[in-house]
């Protein structure tokens, strides 16, 4: 039953984050919930590329956590412990 109730919890998890981050970026063009879209970004600014010839690698991640998207893995948690 464990092995169940992680998949659940990770399911609900990232769709909390994109939820809330879908939400975040359609909230910043409403003023008094532009605080939603308030978040930071890190990662790697530009790809890193390693060209071995024959093969081309691209490795790039950026992450955004904004307000909206801590809301949504609360919200998600609490969905969590209600099951």
Known sequence: MGYKNFWILLLLLLSGVVLGGFVGD???TVPWL???GFG???GLDSPLI???GVL???FGLTIRI???G???VVLALVI???I
Do not use: D, E, K
Request: proline share 0%; glycine share 4%.
């Open 50 to 52: 390693i060209n071995l």
């Open 66 to 68: 904004t307000m909206a």
């Open 26 to 28: 359609l909230a910043q």
């Open 56 to 58: 081309v690698v691209t």
């Open 34 to 36: 532009s605080w939603l």
């Open 40 to 42: 930071q970004s890190f």
């Open 80 to 82: 969590y412990r209600m």
């Open 70 to 72: 801590i809301l949504g």
